[in-house]
């Protein structure tokens, strides 16, 4: 059993930057896979990244390589998502999720935390 909390959401000026950061609660953390996604209103759940249990296997969105970068604290149990040069049409609800491979596809992960609103203000 894995419990994620996100945190670090807000509001930010376009082009501005956020850490967001997933604690999570339960043995099995460092052995999942951790991906983070968001839901804009009125639009389905995407795929932003997601990193191995090592660190060593980290797949980007496209829209979002070169800007975006998830690490993890096994240590913490917590993973990380720096968002910089961010975009208004990237506004939307924050979700991290642990599973047990990485990949990009949301049903793939069992656990999901609660989410974190990101707002950029153009």
């Known amino acids: 059993q894995v419990q994620l909390v996100e945190s670090g959401g807000g509001l930010v000026q376009a082009g501005g930057s956020l850490r967001l950061s997933c604690a999570a609660s339960?043995?099995?953390?460092?052995?999942?896979?951790m991906g983070w996604f968001r839901q804009a209103p009125g639009k389905e759940r995407e795929f932003v990244a997601t990193i191995n249990w090592s660190g060593d296997t980290i797949y980007y969105a496209d829209s979002v390589k070169g800007r975006f970068t998830i690490t993890r604290d096994n240590a913490k149990n917590t993973v990380y998502l720096q968002m910089n040069s961010l975009k208004p049409e990237e506004t939307a609800v924050y979700y991290c999720?642990?599973?047990?491979?990485?990949?990009?596809?949301?049903?793939?992960?069992?656990?999901w935390g609660q989410g974190t609103q990101v707002t950029v203000s153009s």
């Open positions: 999720a642990a599973g047990w491979i990485v990949t990009t596809t949301s049903r793939t992960y069992k656990y």
């Open positions: 339960g043995r099995t953390f460092s052995n999942s896979a």
